[in-house]
């Protein structure tokens, strides 16, 4: 079974613009989350989607927001960047079938804000 | 919100010796799941083993095996026989069992060198 995928791998973008990262989950997953992670916050959690509907929410402000589609492909955007969103971005796949609630990771987006 | 600890931001083991990676969690729930994770410097995150809190018998996934007290609130993971691919970061994360919602919360890592 492939793994979560998530495109593009590495991105650079310049203060002010807008970005999307996209993820595609495990076939079968339907719940997937979102993380941010930075050398020194480590990860923080953005938002989590099941059946196209965000289910939680992490601390972050409104320029960061996310969807679901109905195949569970995921797809995050963040508008207005700031060097301060360069970071690595997690998604997360899982079951979330009875008590099968492990998470697992895609590679990752780098994103660098110029 | 639930809180996860982790107090060593680096550790090293000699390889074919034994490391104890720590973790301590803050909740005020019965019911949880707890998980290791690492992330090698390819920066793929790999799940290493997990513990439903409601299981009192620690769970052991070959050379790696975590003691869970749950009193204490503390969750380390043990390697054994370490190996030079065990070298990487190493994340403690914790998931209520309860109610809808599937965060997680994570510590900020313990970074594990091996010493050939």
């Known amino acids: 079974k492939a793994g979560v995928t998530q495109t593009p791998r590495y991105l650079i973008k310049t203060r002010g613009q807008q970005v999307t990262l996209s993820c595609s989950p495990i076939?079968?997953?339907?719940?997937v989350s979102w993380y941010q992670q930075t050398p020194g916050q480590g990860l923080q959690f953005l938002f989590e989607?099941?059946?196209?509907?965000?289910?939680n929410k992490g601390n972050f402000p409104g320029r960061f927001s996310g969807r679901q589609f109905s195949n569970s492909r995921s797809e995050m955007n963040v508008s207005t960047l700031e060097l301060g969103d360069s970071a690595l971005y997690l998604c997360a796949s899982s079951l979330y079938l009875g008590r099968q609630e492990t998470q697992y990771f895609g590679p990752g987006t780098r994103l660098l804000v110029l | 919100a639930q809180t996860v600890t982790q107090s060593q931001p680096e550790m090293s083991v000699q390889e074919a010796e034994t490391v104890t990676l720590s973790c301590t969690y803050d909740t005020s729930e019965s019911d949880y799941y707890l998980f290791w994770y690492k992330q090698p410097p390819s920066r793929q995150m790999i799940l290493v083993i997990r513990q439903e809190a409601y299981k009192q018998q620690n769970a052991t996934e070959n050379r790696f095996s975590v003691n869970f007290q749950k009193a204490a609130k503390s969750f380390s993971l043990k390697i054994s026989d370490s190996q030079l691919g065990d070298a990487a970061m190493y994340f403690c994360?914790?998931?209520?069992?309860?109610?809808?919602?599937?965060?997680?919360?994570f510590g900020t890592g313990t970074s594990l060198t091996v010493i050939p």
């Open positions: 994360a914790y998931r209520s069992a309860v109610g809808t919602g599937n965060q997680f919360y």
């Open positions: 076939s079968g997953h339907r719940s």
């Open positions: 989607y099941f059946s196209e509907t965000q289910r």
